[in-house]
C-alpha cells in the first residue's frame, strides 16, 4: 500500500502511527493482534512481536521490520521517529485509556494530533486489487447463498439457514463471515438486526437474509428478502416500494455528490411512498477490510463519493408486528455513476 499520498494535503503532520487491527491489516496485508505502523514520510516501518517475524519477512514487502517487546514497543516507536525527524505526529483514536497514556508518556518531545479520519479517508478509496478482493468475496456469497436458498422449506429455523449459509461461504473458499449472518422470518424481519433464533418459517413468512463473506481480508455484504409462499398484498406492496427506491437510487449516484445527496435518493422515495417512518437506518456505508467504514452514506453525512469508494445500498421499510423487507447491494463509485458488483436476483417469490 503506498504511503507517500497520506502527506499530500496534510502537510501539518511529519508521520503517522497506526496501532488499530485494520489498519495493520491495511499496510502488512496479514492479520496481527500486536504491533504498530509508523510512516514518515520516507519509508514505513512495522513494529511488532516474536511471534509475528517469520511472517512478517515472508509477507511485508514495502516497510522496514522491528521486532520489539512489549515494554519496549513504545520506546521503539519513538526511536523510529526521532530517526525522521518528526516533530507532529498523527496517531489513531483506536487506543485503551491505558494504551494512550503510555503513548503520550513515551511520545512527550513530539506534538501528537489525531489522525484517525486521514488513514479512513484513505481507505474509503479502493485500489483495484481490493475491488478485486470485494468482488470475489461477494461472487462466494452469492452462490453460497443461492445454494442454501434452493434447500429452503417450511419449518426451517432461522438458525439451521443460518449455518446452512456459512457452511457454503466457507466450503465456497471464505475465511470466514464478514459479520454474523441475519436470518430473519415472519415478524422478525421487522427488525434490522434480528439475531436468528429457533423460530420455524411458515410457508407464507418473509425470509431476510443478511450476509457477506471474507476474502483476502475483504468484506461483502449483501441482504436479500424472499417468501416460498405468499406474504401478502402489504408486503409485497413494501417490496416493490424497497426495489424501486434501490434502484433509483443506483441510477443516480455517482461522484461529487454528498452522502446525504445520496441517502435522500432512496429515502425522498420511501417517503413519497408513505412509509418515510419505516426507514430507520441510513441507506449505506464503505465497505472494505471493516464491514462499516467511511464513508457512512446518512442522512447527516457530507462526505463527497469519490471515484472507487465502495458503499452499500441497503434501503428498508420495517413495520413492527408484520414483517421488514431491506434490499442490499454494493456498488463501486464511478465518475459518472457507479458499478453494481452484486449479481443475485430481486425477486420476492421463489
Ligand atoms: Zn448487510
Ligand atoms: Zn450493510
Known amino acids: 500500500m503506498t504511503t507517500s499520498d497520506l502527506f499530500e494535503n496534510n502537510g501539518k503532520f ?11 491489516f491495511y499496510f502488512t496485508r496479514f492479520e496481527t493482534s500486536f504491533g504498530a505502523v509508523v510512516v514518515t514520510r520516507d519509508k514505513g516501518v512495522f513494529i511488532t512481536d516474536f511471534r509475528y517475524e517469520t511472517e512478517a519477512q515472508e509477507r511485508v514487502k514495502d516497510l522496514d521490520i522491528v521486532i520489539s517487546t512489549y515494554s519496549e514497543f513504545f520506546g521503539k516507536i519513538a526511536e523510529v521517529l526521532q530517526a525522521a525527524g518528526a516533530k507532529t505526529v498523527g496517531y489513531e483514536e483506536t ?9 503520550k508518556a513515551a511520545l512527550k518531545e513530539f506534538k501528537l ?11 474509503a478509496v479502493k485500489t483495484e486489487e481490493e475491488i478485486g478482493f470485494i468482488c470475489t468475496a461477494q461472487q462466494i456469497a452469492e452462490r453460497a447463498l443461492q445454494k442454501a436458498i434452493s434447500r429452503v422449506k417450511a ?3 432461522e438458525r439451521e439457514l443460518m449455518a446452512e449459509i456459512n457452511y457454503e461461504m466457507i466450503i465456497g473458499g471464505a475465511e470466514k463471515y464478514s459479520f454474523e449472518t441475519i436470518v430473519a422470518f415472519g415478524a422478525n424481519t421487522a427488525q434490522p438486526h434480528h439475531h436468528p433464533s429457533d ?5 407464507d413468512e418473509l425470509i431476510l437474509v443478511d450476509m457477506g463473506a471474507k476474502y483476502n ?7 436479500r428478502t424472499f417468501c416460498i409462499g405468499d406474504p ?4 409485497e406492496r413494501v417490496y416493490d416500494i424497497v426495489k424501486e427506491a434501490q434502484e433509483y437510487a443506483i441510477k443516480y449516484i455517482k461522484a461529487g455528490m454528498t452522502c446525504h445527496e445520496a441517502d435522500a435518493l432512496a429515502r425522498e422515495y420511501i417517503i413519497a411512498n408513505g412509509y418515510g417512518d419505516n426507514f430507520g437506518h441510513s441507506f449505506g456505508h464503505g465497505v472494505g477490510i471493516d464491514i462499516h467504514e467511511d464513508p457512512r452514506v446518512g442522512a447527516s453525512s457530507q462526505i463527497v463519493l469519490r471515484p472507487n469508494m465502495v458503499i452499500t445500498a441497503e434501503p428498508g421499510i420495517y413495520i413492527p408486528g408484520l414483517g421488514g423487507v431491506r434490499i442490499e447491494d454494493m456498488l463501486v463509485v464511478k465518475e459518472n455513476g457507479v458499478s453494481d458488483i452484486t449479481s443475485y436476483e430481486k425477486k420476492l417469490i421463489i
Open 113 to 123: 494530533k489525531p489522525a484517525g479520519d486521514i488513514i479512513a479517508a484513505k481507505r
Open 217 to 223: 481480508g475483504y468484506c461483502s455484504d449483501m441482504t
Open 232 to 235: 401478502g398484498e402489504q408486503l
Open 155 to 157: 419449518g426451517v429455523t
Open 14 to 24: 511529519d508521520a503517522f502511527v497506526f496501532m488499530g487491527e485494520s489498519n495493520r
Open 95 to 103: 487506543m485503551s485509556v491505558g494504551e494512550f497514556g503510555e503513548f
Open 199 to 203: 423460530k420455524k418459517l411458515d410457508k
